[in-house]
C-alpha cells in the first residue's frame, strides 16, 4: 500500500494514545473542574497532564519508527520490506540508479506521476481505465496490457503501459487495483493492445471488470518496473 507506513505510524500513535489515555482523561476532568471553579492551578495542573500524554505517545511513536528503521528482528524486517514496495519511491530512485537517463524510463516515471495526480486510494478500476485512455488519448495503438490474476487472497486487475529502453527491454508503468477473493470463480484473463477502441471494449466486457463495479477495491499500486 502506498501509505503503508503513514498508516503504521498513525495506528501506532493511536494505540499509545491509548495507553496514556489516562493521563488525558485525568487532565480533561481537572480542566473541566478548573474552569468550573475558576481555578488556575487545576487547569494548569490539567493541561500538563494532557500535554505529558501526547507527548508521551509522540516520543513512543518515535521510538518505535527508529526500531523498524534499525531492528534486526524478522517482524521487523518485514514490516520494511512491505514500506519498500513496489509502489514506494525508493524502488522508484533504485530504478533511476541503475538505468540513469534513459529515455524510456524518464518517459515511464513522468507517466507514473501523471497517474498518481489521477488516481487515490478508493478509486475503481474503470478510474484507472479512464487516466489510462487520458494517457494515450493521442494514440491510436498505445501499448497496453490488462491482466486478470486471482489467488488465495483475492483478485487482482492490472492496466499497464509498456516504454522501450535503450537494450530491446521495456519499463512496464503498471497500476494494479486488489479486490477481496470473489465468492464466485473469475476467469483470469490477459489482453494485450490491437486496436485502442476494441482493447478497452474487451476489458470492458471481462469478468474482472464486471466485479469490479460490484465491488470497492483494496489496494491501488502505481509502480514501475524493467523487463531487462
Known sequence: MKNFKLLVILTGFLSALFRFGIFILLGIILVVIGNAARAQMCIAVGAAFIAFGFLASVIDVIRMVHAMNTSDHPALADIRKAMESADSEA??????????????????????????????????????????????????????????????????????????????????????LSYDKPPRKITELKLLNDDKEKFLEAVRSSQGYEYSCENEGRDLKIFVESTG
Request: aromatic share 12%; with cysteine; hydrophobic share 35%.
Open 91 to 176: 524502488e522508484m530512485d533504485k530504478l533511476m540508479g541503475q538505468y540513469g537517463d534513459d529515455p524510456g524510463l524518464i518517459e515511464a516515471r513522468s507517466a507514473r506521476f501523471y497517474l498518481q495526480e489521477l488516481l487515490h486510494e478508493g478509486c475503481s478500476f474503470e478510474d484507472v481505465i479512464k487516466a489510462y485512455e487520458s494517457l494515450g488519448r493521442n494514440e491510436e495503438t498505445p501499448p497496453l496490457e490488462y491482466s486478470c490474476i486471482t489467488d488465495e487472497e483475492g483478485l487482482m486487475l492490472f492496466l499497464t503501459w509498456s516504454f522501450d529502453d535503450r537494450n530491446g527491454e521495456f519499463f512496464q508503468l503498471r497500476t494494479c
